[in-house]
């Protein structure tokens, strides 16, 4: 035990004295363990059991008593080391060492069972140490946890290899091992981690040149292994050995099904996925929701299929049985040991078939290229011609394999399918992204994005190739991935211009009005907006060149069930980017708002309640639920391109020196990868490579493009695109004609001088701005900082607009200067003052405005000159009409919280509390029309049983009536009124002839009088009843109000529609 001695509370002469253990062991593995010291044994410690160890003072064993041999079996010897560099030497742990990470320091043991080779099993642990509240804690946990998550009992077998299992050409054949069940998962709760107990070790195999690292760990899986009678793995019972590696985190399994299950495959999809934390390996066990490979073997005989390898292998490749006349799934060594890298261009290795009936002979097929679309031909030794077809569906590559009677039903096996084809066409698409929560009294709007002239299409995949920019590399030896797929659909967007503006432009110092926008000089200029005579669809030729202007363009395949993804196509047009860190930082404030952390932590604890519900003592770490998730639901597609990206940057960073960029070129290549499938996390990864990869071979164009350089880079592309004018506009009108050459010489003389003007002028503009920023900042006036942002805003219209600003912008800066030198001190004083700081602290503050009121007088008027000469600049530029930003599409909408509309959640709890369980159909606000013409805001709100008439005014009830006693309808004249119309009956007698009858209401008399007549004309009348003439009774008289209600036509059909349901509902007409 350990004292520890401290002060119980502060204040208190109260000594607290603590005895802890020096050290507790945790034994979390299931087995009974025996710790040595040398041959002595220390103590005992049971499964799932905490003790406190004595003091070891050497190095200690752990040891497991194996019943088979009557002996203790020890592994190597493990020593807890005082000093902190030991920690890191294998076999020492850190007797005190602080919080090595997460999980300490941690080391591993085996320890070998049994003394006859060929029958000796490996038990593995993971001993880790770490310090908490001053105790040292000693793990010892089983180092593989295997998790079932699927529906059904599954049966493992694990192995350890020090020689491979098998041949390159013959079927796998393993000696019987031992096997332990992993019972099903519920679908309420968690599955139950379990360990692997021990690893049976395989001393013989086969021998020979070895070509990858040994010795190897492989599980075998099998549902049903009871009907096999204990025969080896190379049966119909067993799953083809899995390596277990940290390079293999994911693998797609075919374990064999009973052969009485029915069903149409012969195997059932498993996913293995390979998860390591904090020393343990987790091994987890899903159904496989996109198998990789199904084969179809249609042949009387079994096969055998064989994978050809190119590159060096990493673990033994195993040949697959196909039994006859079977179906079952496979994965292909190439595709696990590939994932999750995200490749250019992956070409899938060719393979080889044979037949198994001849033991002897080793002769394979030619070789098969399932890269290839269609049905191929090969000649099967001892077997004959053999048909196999490629085709792919939801992602599947589907192997079929037949002989030569049977290849009319390989060849037709595709169905035809319904064909859907739509068209919708979106003048203008707006989404705005508000805050609703940082400022009480209103919304404001953060970003606007406005799409115009959007065309969503979704069809057939057309024979013809693609628009120019979408069309496939020909020359690359792809295969179209439609030619693969039956029945693909194409979903296409084409968006004529796109914009992201800043909303927050005009109600903070931002620089930027717009974010994003279409550089017009990239793209074609949009035209006027659709209308019925301007509409492309009407022609295939005007479609297509409408699709090929569009500023951004969306491709996405489908397989044939139209919900799998399998090619995905993105271009986008020349663009503008404008970004400035303050911007940035502020909208990163706002994202916490837009996600709530409650919610975010009952998510978490709601993930832990459900690993802990199970019961069982292991719970799964967070990360490796969340790891599992990515691996087993794996990104796929057939192909993913990204044309090349054309962008004009502008930077403007606000750190202790002002940065900017102005319109730095940046041009990223094309970005093309496929078949894809890997993890989101490294799709992204290489996404980023890649654009990070092209802005840094820009890299000298964005630091040729910095203001504060006078962005050089700009002028020498102004100055190129000027002489590149000069001589392309005079030869385009050489060849064709005289007239069009002298035109062309006008206009490229026009052009270069116009280049070379604008180049110079922004390159000056553009220096002195910079510097005036910069000076602002070093006059540590934040008054005065401030004051010139703002009227920065203010962009001189003319010449003779920007010397009058900048003329006025200096005189003040020097009046700041020279005032500065009194005003900095009294600001600095009278803040002191106010906060009723000490003499000192006045006297500091005064001295602190002194110097700033001195480096201001330097600073400011050199500020000042800068932007006399940034002005004009301004002004010159603007009214030659060479600069022109970017206008922000819509101006910003207020909405105040007093102004906003009551939602339906408040009239549901706050006034139809009394009908119990109410049932809100419609809330409508309207104006409400008095019976002396005077109007006011109001609400109709529709439930069930009673239409409520709230006065929004005074937000209280104001009528209530019966919906069975109502009518609504509009006006015929004026469909923007709503007329209700009560109807009340009078009271009269109720005698009726000689007897009492019972009073029906007006509803219920005309839903009888309806009933008598519609039923009559299916009565056969008698003569008597012809000679009888029938007179309906009058309805009670009664008496009829009516209510007028001013609302928006749209709205008011909506209301009227949904009051006729209503009121049938509860006068049971029709079927509801």
Not at 219 to 229: A, I, K, R, T
Not at 356 to 385: A, R
Not at 619 to 624: G, H, K, M, S
Request: charged share 15%.
């Amino acid at each position: 035990m350990q004292v520890k001695l401290s002060c119980w509370k502060s204040g208190l002469n109260t000594l607290l004295v603590e005895l802890l253990p020096w050290a507790l062991l945790a034994n979390h593995s299931q087995w009974d363990l025996w710790l040595f010291e040398g041959e002595t044994i220390v103590l005992q410690i049971p499964a799932g059991k905490i003790i406190v160890p004595p003091n070891f003072k050497e190095a200690f064993q752990i040891g497991i008593y194996w019943a088979h041999t009557n002996t203790v079996h020890k592994s190597t010897a493990l020593k807890l080391g005082s000093r902190p560099y030991l920690s890191s030497v294998e076999g020492v742990i850190r007797l005190r060492g602080g919080h090595s990470g997460r999980g300490g320091i941690r080391r591993t043991r085996d320890i070998t069972l049994g003394a006859f080779p060929g029958r000796q099993k490996l038990c593995q642990f993971c001993v880790s140490s770490v310090v908490r509240h001053g105790i040292q804690i000693l793990q010892i946990e089983d180092r593989t946890i295997l998790v079932n998550n699927t529906p059904h009992t599954i049966h493992c077998r694990p192995l350890l290899a020090s020689h491979p299992l098998g041949t390159d050409d013959q079927a796998c054949e393993i000696p019987e091992t031992s096997l332990f069940s992993l019972l099903p998962s519920e679908e309420s709760s968690q599955a139950k981690p379990c360990s692997v107990p021990f690893w049976d070790l395989l001393q013989t195999g086969v021998h020979g040149t070895v070509k990858f690292p040994l010795p190897l760990k492989h599980m075998l899986f099998s549902l049903f292994p009871g009907h096999d009678g204990g025969v080896g793995s190379g049966s119909a019972a067993w799953s083809l050995p899995a390596p277990i590696r940290p390079d293999f985190p994911r693998q797609s399994l075919s374990v064999p099904r009973e052969p009485d299950s029915g069903g149409g495959l012969s195997s059932r999809g498993i996913v293995l996925t390979y998860q390591e934390h904090l020393g343990v390996t987790y091994i987890i066990l899903n159904e496989d929701p996109c198998p990789r490979m199904l084969i179809h073997n249609k042949c009387p005989i079994p096969l055998l299929l064989k994978e050809t390898l190119k590159e060096t292998q990493k673990t033994e490749v195993h040949c697959r049985p196909l039994p006859a006349n079977c179906s079952l799934h496979h994965e292909l060594y190439h595709h696990f040991s590939s994932f999750p890298e995200c490749r250019q261009k992956e070409t899938l290795p060719a393979l080889l078939l044979k037949t198994t009936l001849d033991q002897g002979s080793n002769t394979w097929s030619d070789p098969i290229d399932v890269n290839c679309p269609g049905t191929q031909v090969v000649f099967l030794p001892g077997f004959g011609c053999l048909y196999i077809d490629v085709a792919y569906q939801r992602g599947t590559l589907v192997l079929s394999l037949a002989p030569e009677g049977s290849v009319d039903a390989v060849i037709n096996q595709h169905s035809g399918s319904s064909k859907l084809s739509c068209r919708v066409l979106l003048r203008e698409v707006s989404v705005v992204l508000s805050d609703d929560i940082t400022n009480p009294s209103g919304s404001v709007e953060l970003l606007r994005l406005t799409l115009t002239k959007l065309l969503l299409s979704l069809g057939p995949v057309p024979t013809a190739p693609p628009p120019s920019g979408l069309v496939a590399d020909t020359n690359s030896g792809a295969t179209p991935v439609s030619a693969l797929m039956p029945d693909p659909s194409l979903i296409e967007v084409h968006c004529s211009s796109l914009q992201v503006d800043n909303q927050l432009y005009n109600r903070a110092s931002f620089h930027f009005p717009v974010l994003l926008c279409q550089d017009q000089r990239g793209g074609a200029e949009p035209g006027g907006p659709w209308s019925s005579d301007a509409n492309p669809t009407q022609s295939p030729e005007a479609l297509e060149e409408f699709k090929r202007s569009c500023f951004l363009q969306l491709r996405m395949m489908l397989a044939g069930d139209r919900c799998t993804a399998e090619e995905i196509t993105f271009q986008l047009q020349p663009a503008r980017v404008y970004l400035e860190d303050t911007f940035v930082y502020y909208i990163k404030t706002l994202f916490h708002t837009y996600i709530p952390d409650s919610a975010m932590a009952s998510a978490t604890a709601g993930t832990q309640k459900r690993s802990r519900g199970s019961g069982s003592d292991s719970i799964l770490p967070a990360q490796v639920l969340e790891s599992v998730q990515a691996l087993v639901h794996p990104v796929r597609l057939q192909k993913l391109t990204i044309q090349p990206v054309n962008l004009l940057v502008s930077i403007h960073a606000s750190l202790k020196l002002y940065i900017a960029s102005d319109h730095t070129p940046l041009s990223f290549s094309l970005f093309e990868r496929g078949p894809l499938c890997t993890t989101a996390r490294q799709l992204v990864h290489s996404l980023a490579m890649h654009y990070a990869a092209g802005a840094l071979f820009r890299a000298g164009w964005v630091v040729g493009s910095l203001e504060i350089l006078g962005s050089p880079a700009s002028l020498v592309r102004s100055i190129g695109n000027g002489v590149s004018d000069f001589f392309r506009l005079p030869y385009e009108g050489l060849t064709r004609g005289p007239g069009a050459f002298v035109s062309g010489v006008s206009r490229g003389t026009s052009s270069f001088v116009k280049h070379i003007s604008k180049g110079t002028l922004t390159s000056i503009t553009n220096l002195a701005t910079s510097l005036a920023r910069n000076m602002d900042r070093l006059s540590l006036d934040e008054e005065h900082y401030t004051r010139q942002e703002e009227w920065r805003r203010q962009l001189p219209e003319s010449l003779g607009d920007g010397l009058r600003q900048g003329l006025s912008r200096l005189g003040i800066s020097l009046l700041g200067a020279i005032a500065g030198i009194v005003d900095q001190p009294m600001q600095n004083f009278q803040r002191n003052w106010e906060l009723q700081s000490s003499a000192g602290s006045k006297a500091k503050g005064v001295i602190s405005g002194v110097g700033k009121g001195i480096v201001g007088v330097f600073t400011k008027p050199i500020g000042g000159a800068a932007e006399l000469v940034s002005q004009t600049g301004y002004g010159i530029l603007h009214g030659a009409g060479l600069w022109q930003l970017p206008k922000q599409l819509y101006l910003p909408t207020e909405e105040k919280a007093a102004q906003a509309a009551n939602s339906h959640l408040k009239y549901v709890w706050k006034m139809l509390q009394s009908l119990g369980r109410p049932e809100l159909h419609m809330a409508l606000e309207v104006t409400i029309v008095s019976g002396s013409g005077q109007e006011h805001a109001g609400c109709l709100l529709l439930t069930s049983e009673v239409l409520f008439v709230v006065s929004l005014s005074e937000d209280t009830q104001q009528q209530a009536f019966p919906i069975t006693e109502v009518e609504c309808q509009q006006e015929p004249g004026h469909q923007g009124q709503l007329t209700l119309t009560l109807q009340q009956q009078t009271v009269v007698s109720d005698t009726e002839g000689d007897g009492i009858r019972e009073r029906l209401s007006e509803q219920q008399y005309r839903r009888l009088v309806d009933y008598v007549t519609w039923a009559s004309q299916f009565l056969s009348p008698s003569p008597s009843s012809l000679q009888m003439a029938v007179t309906l009774a009058e309805p009670p008289p009664s008496v009829t109000k009516c209510y007028r209600y001013l609302v928006e036509p749209a709205f008011a059909a909506v209301f009227v529609s949904r009051f006729t349901m209503v009121k049938n509902k509860a006068l049971r007409i029709g079927f509801h």
